[in-house]
């Protein structure tokens, strides 16, 4: 892979990691200073069936001066909860963020039980992360994941498996 991106990104860069502590971590963003992204690092969780890890939560942290994460901590009570929460993106004045959540409930799709994953959004009130609610555009019957915020906030485009999709998952505005 790093090989392949020097033949096609026209300036230099170094790929280094961030943290030297988990094998989970993905889905970094920008907070203010803060930087969020999923892990799985949270060992007091259940281990998910599928590949016997903790479920994922959201976690913030800091840059040290040598490019590590510092001070890491859990996200916010509000938005971690006991299934996967993962892929936060924040409107630019940091007072609304969307991200990933799997729903709680299992539903018959296709002859087969399914949790579904979907976008949520939540509203910084005070300090705090609340009105919590799922988008409109998530459902019971496909998974809607992965949210990005288009800069002038307009769109959001996420990755779903919805039935008119061309392939597994495709990318959706």
Same mark, same amino acid.
Request: aromatic share 16%; hydrophobic share 30%; no cysteine.
């Given at each position: *892979?790093?090989?392949h991106l020097n033949t096609i990104?026209?300036?230099?860069?170094?790929?280094?990691?961030?943290?030297?502590?988990?094998?989970?971590?993905?889905?970094?963003?920008?907070?203010?200073?803060?930087?969020?992204?999923?892990?799985?690092?949270?060992? +007091?969780?259940?281990?998910?069936?599928?590949?016997?890890?903790?479920?994922? %939560?959201?976690?913030? +942290?800091?840059?040290?001066?040598?490019?590590? =994460?510092?001070?890491?901590?859990?996200?916010?009570?509000?938005?971690?909860?006991?299934? $996967?929460?993962?892929?936060? +993106?924040?409107?630019?004045?940091?007072?609304?963020?969307?991200?990933?959540?799997?729903? %709680?409930?299992?539903?018959?799709?296709?002859?087969?039980?399914?949790?579904?994953?979907?976008?949520?959004? +939540?509203? =910084?009130?005070?300090?705090?992360?609340?009105?919590?609610?799922?988008?409109? *555009?998530?459902?019971?019957?496909?998974?809607?994941? $992965?949210?990005?915020?288009?800069?002038?906030?307009?769109?959001?485009?996420?990755?779903?498996?919805?039935?008119?999709?061309?392939?597994?998952?495709?990318?959706?505005?």
């Amino acid at each position: *892979f790093k090989e392949h991106l020097n033949t096609i990104v026209p300036y230099n860069y170094t790929v280094k990691k961030l943290s030297n502590n988990s094998t989970g971590d993905f889905g970094i963003t920008l907070y203010g200073n803060k930087i969020i992204f999923a892990s799985v690092r949270n060992t +007091a969780n259940p281990k998910y069936k599928w590949n016997e890890k903790p479920y994922l %939560d959201l976690y913030e +942290a800091t840059l040290s001066k040598d490019g590590m =994460l510092d001070s890491i901590k859990p996200f916010s009570k509000t938005i971690n909860t006991k299934t $996967h929460e993962s892929s936060a +993106a924040f409107s630019k004045d940091k007072k609304t963020m969307y991200f990933s959540r799997t729903s %709680d409930k299992r539903v018959m799709v296709n002859g087969e039980f399914y949790a579904s994953v979907k976008i949520f959004k +939540a509203e =910084l009130v005070n300090n705090e992360w609340t009105n919590i609610t799922e988008t409109s *555009f998530s459902s019971d019957q496909f998974s809607t994941l $992965h949210p990005a915020l288009t800069p002038d906030e307009k769109r959001i485009y996420f990755s779903s498996d919805r039935a008119d999709s061309f392939g597994s998952f495709d990318i959706y505005y």
